[in-house]
């Protein structure tokens, strides 16, 4: 895929570091599986990859988290 922020670099699989904040609330995620542009970095995130970091950082902002890193587990 052409990554439409640079448009120069393909993308290819690595990981990634995500930080989410909501409120007072920040998520750290740790090597995430995403496509990685070679050129500039900018990363794309699956749909089921996002779902997941979504359902992780509400669970933390309900149990009151305020700051919280987490290694990514598929």
């Not at 052409?2 to 120069?8: G, K, P, W």
């Not at 909501?22 to 990859?49: H, M, Q």
């Amino acid at each position: 895929m052409n990554c439409v922020i640079c448009r120069q670099g393909d993308t290819a699989p690595g990981k990634v570091t995500v930080t989410l904040q909501r409120g007072e609330t920040t998520i750290v995620f740790k090597e995430v599986p995403a496509d990685v542009c070679r050129n500039c970095g900018e990363f794309y995130l699956s749909e089921a990859v996002t779902q997941k970091l979504l359902n992780r950082a509400e669970e933390a902002v309900k149990n009151g988290a305020e700051l919280e890193i987490l290694r990514y587990a598929a």
